[in-house]
Every structure is written in C-alpha cells, then in structure tokens.
C-alpha cells in the first residue's frame, strides 16, 4: 500500500505540535464534468515551527492520536 501524501495551506496552529491544513481536491461531476474544488481539513503532527498561511506536504502515517494520522514532511517553498 503506498503512502498518501497532499500538498496544503495551514489553517491553524493552535494546538500542541499538530497543525491543522486544508487541503483542495478537485473533483469531477459525474453529469455535467465540472471540476469541483472540495476542500479537507487534515490534522497533522508537526515538530517544525511553523505558522498558519503556509503551505505544506503532509504525508499519512500510523496515528498519533484518535484524529491525527498525518505528518508535516517539509514545506513547500511558493513559486
């Protein structure tokens, strides 16, 4: 099974070591093909500091908690 990884904005970073990133999905409608920008807000384990407005690739590992299964990798540099 491979790992999944998503590329996001953080929204929030008021807990302790997790930071919260909403992440865009496009997806497809099944009748009229527009694309449809579904947004996730993933909760993840972060040891960098880090602040909100930051875009980030989170990556999924075992569960650090009930609603955290996911990792800040590295941050994304904007182009």
């Not at 970073?13 to 919260?20: F, G, I």
């Not at 694309?35 to 407005?53: F, Q, V, W, Y």
Request: glycine content about 2%; overall charge positive; aromatic content about 6%.
């Amino acid at each position: 099974m491979s790992v999944k990884k998503y590329v996001g904005k953080v929204v929030s970073t008021k807990m302790q070591s997790t930071v919260v990133v909403a992440v865009e999905l496009p997806k497809r409608h099944p009748i009229y093909n527009k694309l449809i920008k579904n947004t996730k807000r993933l909760k993840a384990h972060c040891d960098m500091p880090i602040e909100s407005g930051t875009m980030v690739e989170v990556a999924e590992t075992k569960p650090y908690s009930k609603q955290v299964a996911f990792k800040v990798v590295r941050e994304v540099k904007e182009k």
